[in-house]
C-alpha cells in the first residue's frame, strides 16, 4: 500500500469553529488532493496541489483552504465549519508523468461530523 | 478535463464476466482512460488505464474503442467481493499543472449469487 495517512480518522466538532485535516505521504508524489464525499455525490474535488505551494481549486472550494509547505504534507482547513461540510474527506496522492503509471493513490478517509 | 458517462448500476451473476462501460466522447489525444473502484466506504483502488490500445492486468481488461469516444472495464470472473462503485476517468497524459483527477457518479456493480 501506498504511504499515505490522514489524520484525524473521526472528529466531531462545533458548527464556526475551524477544523484542519492532515494527509500526510511517504511516496514524495507531486500531485495531492483532497475530496469529500456525500451520498448521492460520489467523490467530489475540493483542492489540489501539483508541487509544494502550488494549490489550485477543484469542484467545491469554497469555505475551504489548503496548505502545502512542504512535500509529504497537504493540509485541508474548514475556517468556519457549517453543518452541510459534514463528510467524508478522502485525501489522494499522485505521480503524474508520462513515464509513470500516474494512477492516484488513496487514504483510508476522514469522518467529520459538524453539529 | 473530458467529461464521463457511466450507467448508475448494474447486476453481475457471480462467476460471470462483468461489463461495465463509459463513454467519454469529447476525449483528447493527450487524455488517458482510467478505471477505479471504491468498495463500501474505502479510498478508491486503481484497476486500469489505457489510452488507445486494449489493457490486461490481473485485476481487469480495458477495451477502448477505435475512436476512443468510449470504453468498457471487463472483469472475467466476478465474485462477490467485486461488488462496489466503479468509476470511470479521463485525465491528461502529460505532465501539467492541470493534474485534476475528477470522478464521475460512477456505476454501483452488485455481483449476485
Known amino acids: 500500500d501506498a504511504g499515505i495517512t490522514q489524520s484525524p480518522r473521526h472528529k466531531v466538532t462545533e458548527t464556526g469553529t475551524p477544523v484542519t485535516l492532515r494527509c500526510h505521504q511517504t511516496e514524495n508524489h507531486r500531485y495531492m488532493y483532497w475530496y469529500r464525499q456525500d451520498p448521492g455525490h460520489g467523490l467530489r474535488l475540493i483542492h489540489y496541489?501539483?508541487?509544494?505551494?502550488?494549490?489550485d481549486k477543484g469542484e467545491v472550494s469554497d469555505g475551504y483552504s489548503v496548505s502545502r509547505s512542504k512535500t509529504e504534507d497537504f493540509l485541508l482547513t474548514l475556517e468556519s465549519a457549517t453543518s452541510s461540510q459534514t463528510s467524508v474527506y478522502f485525501c489522494?496522492?499522485?505521480?503524474?508523468?508520462?513515464?509513470?503509471?500516474?494512477?492516484?493513490?488513496f487514504g483510508q478517509g476522514t469522518r467529520l461530523t459538524v453539529v | 478535463d473530458a467529461k464521463t458517462t457511466q450507467p448508475p448500476s448494474m447486476d453481475c451473476a457471480e462467476g460471470r464476466a462483468a461489463n461495465l462501460p463509459c463513454n467519454h466522447s469529447?476525449?483528447?489525444?493527450?487524455?488517458?482512460v482510467y478505471w477505479y473502484r471504491q468498495i463500501h466506504s474505502q479510498g478508491p483502488q486503481y484497476i486500469i488505464h489505457?489510452?488507445?490500445n486494449n489493457e490486461t492486468n490481473e485485476m481487469a481488461s480495458l477495451i477502448i474503442t477505435e475512436d476512443r469516444k468510449s470504453s468498457t472495464l471487463i472483469l472475467p470472473h466476478a465474485t462477490l467481493r467485486d461488488t462496489a462503485v466503479y468509476y470511470c476517468?479521463?485525465?491528461?497524459?502529460?505532465?501539467?499543472?492541470?493534474?485534476?483527477?475528477?470522478f464521475g457518479q460512477g456505476t454501483t456493480l452488485q455481483v449476485k449469487p
Open positions: 496541489s501539483y508541487g509544494v505551494k502550488d494549490t
Open positions: 489505457g489510452l488507445k
Open positions: 469529447t476525449i483528447s489525444g493527450n487524455e488517458y
Open positions: 476517468i479521463v485525465r491528461f497524459k502529460e505532465t501539467s499543472n492541470t493534474g485534476k483527477l475528477i
Open positions: 489522494a496522492i499522485s505521480e503524474f508523468s508520462y513515464r509513470a503509471r500516474a494512477e492516484a493513490f
